[in-house]
């Protein structure tokens, strides 16, 4: 089992920018993947960023370029980096740990006013 906490998030003007962790309760070596979701009220869960096992991190074309997802082992951590934020990226971001099973955080509500 496998306790994922989100922290960071808040409120910011578009064009700001916020950092987003996401702490596991073990050691985050010999995992498949860690991923960065988004879920905005009345759409579907998107995927923000991958960081695969052994392989290049990814991201929606939505935020390429904007957003940085990178990992800290020694800390258990993962980040998401958000620059340039948009009113359109308000949403609750999610961390989830891909195992044989999917573990998944409670969120973290990021809301970018115009």
């Known amino acids: 089992q496998v306790r994922l906490v989100e922290s960071g998030g808040g409120w910011v003007q578009a064009g700001g920018s916020l950092r987003l962790s996401c702490e596991a309760s073990?050691?985050?070596?010999?995992?498949?993947?860690m991923s960065w979701y988004r879920q905005a009220p009345g759409k579907q869960r998107e995927l923000v960023a991958s960081?695969?096992?052994?392989?290049?991190?990814t991201y929606a074309d939505s935020v390429k370029g904007r957003f940085t997802m990178t990992r800290d082992n020694a800390k258990n951590t993962v980040y998401l980096q958000m620059n340039s934020l948009k009113p359109e990226d308000t949403a609750v971001y999610l961390c989830?740990?891909?195992?044989?099973?999917?573990?998944w955080g409670q969120g973290t509500q990021v809301t970018v006013s115009s």
């Open positions: 073990r050691s985050m070596l010999g995992f498949k993947a």
């Open positions: 960081i695969p096992a052994g392989g290049r991190t």
């Open positions: 989830t740990l891909q195992a044989s099973v999917a573990y």
